[in-house]
């Protein structure tokens, strides 16, 4: 229950989705994502194509929070794709997960694709 508000849960969500500054942890998840490179480039056997941040969004299309991002090319699987040779997330919804899989299964494969970069670091 969030503190001194009264609202319980629903503060939390509403805190969870609000586009306030990152934390350290979600700033450090962020830039370790870009970093990475685009996850479709990756699990397609193009390893480190140059990847923004796109924030995955709730069933109503709101922002999730900060650390509920996965890293996608631009121009490409973020925006600006031509379609054919890379759907882009936006505006092609529908098209993108036909073709990637969901947003959810793309943060899933970051996830790992992260940690096994970090175990090579020095």
């Known amino acids: 229950m969030a503190r001194g508000n009264g609202r319980g849960s629903d503060a939390t969500k509403k805190e969870e989705m609000s586009t306030k500054a990152p934390t350290v942890a979600e700033q450090a998840w962020m830039d370790d994502i870009v970093r990475l490179g ?15 941040v796109h924030h995955m969004l709730t069933e109503g299309g709101r922002r999730r929070g900060h650390k509920w991002t996965i890293p996608l090319c631009e121009p490409g699987h973020h925006k600006g794709g ?17 073709a990637y899989g969901t947003e959810d299964d793309l943060y899933a494969a970051t996830m790992v694709l992260v940690a096994r970069m970090k175990e090579f670091e020095v």
Not at 88 to 98: L, V
């Open 38 to 52: 685009c996850c479709v480039c990756w699990l397609q056997g193009h390893p480190r194509t140059p990847a923004c």
């Open 82 to 98: 031509d379609g054919v040779k890379k759907i882009s997330r936006h505006p092609w919804k529908g098209r993108f997960e036909e």
